[in-house]
């Protein structure tokens, strides 16, 4: 009824297009979706989203992208619509999949709401703030996107994602964008039972990252959490190199030989997760 009432009080151009997209299940869409389905001409395509820009029914997320403004926010103009479909819009038609700190979110292994919306993919992209929400992008090699899987967000629509190891991978490499080590080993227990070890071991060696190697040996051994022979595909691995196991903490700590890491965090505090 709502989208009734507002298709009433646009112009039939307007109208048109906004049932389209409600037909569609689009709530994103490009000036070339409005000429496609209008037949407008481009610049006359690109006036008509500027009139319904103004007048709240859309919103721009980035020069050519919008976003239907439901109609029961009112008057309401700024909104970015579900922000991992604004994401995968943003991307265009590259490799992509949600990460770090957004995949743990909709994994469930994080217990705080995340305001930054994290995107890996093979098209480089500046970060952008789009109505308060962060979107953040980080490069990736097209040999490094592998582990992805599908995720439906709606009842249409679906993103690519990290799959549960990957996402664990991911956070070993860049702790940083998922909270620190402490929040990545809390997400390892947290889903511990729906891990398989086999595969973030393969994944590890996959991705070839001494870091990642070290850091996941040491939190799968301190945990209990793998077989010895898994272990040993990891150590077999590493190198005389050090790497420190939190990169956004203070270079302070002992050292494990075994794992060859800088221990910037204490045992204590990752232990202290079983108990959470």
């Known amino acids: 009824m709502r989208q009734n009432q507002q298709l009433k009080t646009v112009g039939p151009q307007t109208a048109r297009l ?41 919103s721009r997320l980035k020069p050519g992208l919008f976003v239907l403004v439901p109609a029961e926010l009112g008057s309401e103009s700024e909104f970015s619509g579900n922000p991992y479909l604004t994401a995968r819009a943003m991307i265009g038609g590259a490799e992509y999949y949600i990460s770090h700190s957004s995949a743990m979110e909709l994994h469930r292994m994080v217990t705080q709401p995340q305001f930054t919306v994290f995107t890996s993919t093979t098209k480089r992209l500046r970060n952008r703030i789009i109505h308060g929400t962060e979107f953040r992008f980080i490069f990736l ?30 956070g070993l490499l860049q702790p940083e964008y998922c909270g620190g080590i402490v929040e990545v080993a809390k997400g390892l227990w947290m889903r511990r039972a729906d891990l398989k070890t086999s595969r973030l071991v393969e994944y590890a060696l996959r991705l070839r990252v001494g870091s990642v190697i070290r850091r996941l040996g040491y939190l799968l051994e301190l945990y209990d ?33 075994r794992w060859r890491l800088r221990l910037n965090v204490a045992a204590q505090e990752l232990q202290a997760i079983r108990n959470t």
């Open 18 to 58: 906004i049932a389209a997209l409600y037909d569609r299940a689009q709530t994103t869409f490009s000036n070339g979706d409005v000429a496609a389905i209008t037949g407008l001409q481009a610049s006359s395509a690109r006036s008509l989203i500027r009139k319904a820009q103004t007048r709240g029914l859309v």
């Open 141 to 170: 090699q097209p040999e490094h996107m592998f582990g992805v899987a599908t995720q439906w967000i709606t009842k249409q629509d679906a993103v690519r994602i990290s799959d549960l190891e990957r996402t664990l991978i991911d």
């Open 225 to 257: 959490l793998s077989p010895a022979l898994e272990l040993e595909r990891l150590r077999s691995a590493l190198t005389v190199t050090y790497s420190v196991l939190d990169p956004i903490m203070p270079k302070e700590g002992g050292y494990t030989a």
